[in-house]
């Protein structure tokens, strides 16, 4: 069973900047998994931020980054905001039976 | 403006089935396909499968293989999630999304399944 890994929590300070990684357990995350991030509030339905590695939907705000970082999938965040304090979640594709897995989720504090 | 409009609450006891719908409107609903996701109370996000709206091919994650039908109505421009079978751990919001694939964009509002006897 593929398992998708996150950081189960990370804590960043406003203004600051801060990465949050998606690794497979089938090896090096590539293009061809089509990385997608989620951000989640409490009470509300995931809101998408990026999509196939590093593409923005046309509401994800510029300081949100989308790449690939020594094998993983990753998020950059740069100059957080106090409302960017949320979950998110990585969601990778990997065809076939096997079609889509979501990461454990990161929850981002901002203090 | 795409908005995608989920079913309301579901009650339902172990064994049953229960069927969500999504209607979507603002755009070509055969142009995308339409993603099922749920999330179980206090947990992540899990995948539940995909289906196009274009040709009706299903993609469905193996656990769910057997006890989940995804169907598309394009006159309606609404999909529906069946699953049949109900456990407690089958408690959760189910999420429609459009997408697949490259990208999923816009989400529903969710709608709570509760499983109990």
């Known amino acids: 069973q593929t398992v998708v890994t996150q950081e189960p929590s990370l804590t960043v300070s406003p203004g600051g900047t801060v990465t949050l990684t998606c690794a497979s357990s089938?090896?090096?995350?590539?293009?061809?998994?089509?990385p997608n991030w989620f951000q989640q509030k409490p009470g509300q339905a995931p809101r998408a931020l990026i999509y196939s590695t590093s593409n923005k939907h046309s509401w994800t705000p510029a300081r949100f980054s989308g790449s690939l970082l020594g094998g993983k999938a990753a998020l950059t965040l740069s100059g957080v905001q106090p409302e960017d304090e949320a979950e998110y979640y990585c969601?990778?594709?990997?065809?076939?039976?096997?079609?889509?897995?979501f990461g454990g989720g990161t929850k981002l504090t901002v203090l | 403006q795409v908005q995608l409009v989920q079913s309301g609450a579901e009650v339902k006891k172990p064994g049953a089935s229960v069927k969500v719908s999504c209607k979507a409107s603002g755009y070509t609903f055969t142009s995308y396909g339409i993603s099922w996701v749920r999330q179980a109370p206090g947990q992540g996000l899990e995948w539940m499968g995909w289906i196009s709206a274009y040709n009706g091919n299903t993609n469905y994650a193996q656990k769910l293989q057997g006890r989940v039908t995804m169907t598309t109505d394009t006159s309606t421009s609404t999909a529906y999630m069946e699953l049949r079978s109900l456990r407690s751990d089958d408690t959760a919001v189910y999420y429609c999304?459009?997408?697949f694939g490259t990208g999923i964009d816009y989400w529903g509002q969710g709608t709570l399944v509760t499983v109990s006897s």
């Open positions: 999304a459009r997408g």
């Open positions: 969601l990778l594709y990997y065809g076939g039976a096997q079609g889509g897995v």
């Open positions: 089938t090896g090096a995350v590539t293009s061809g998994y089509y």
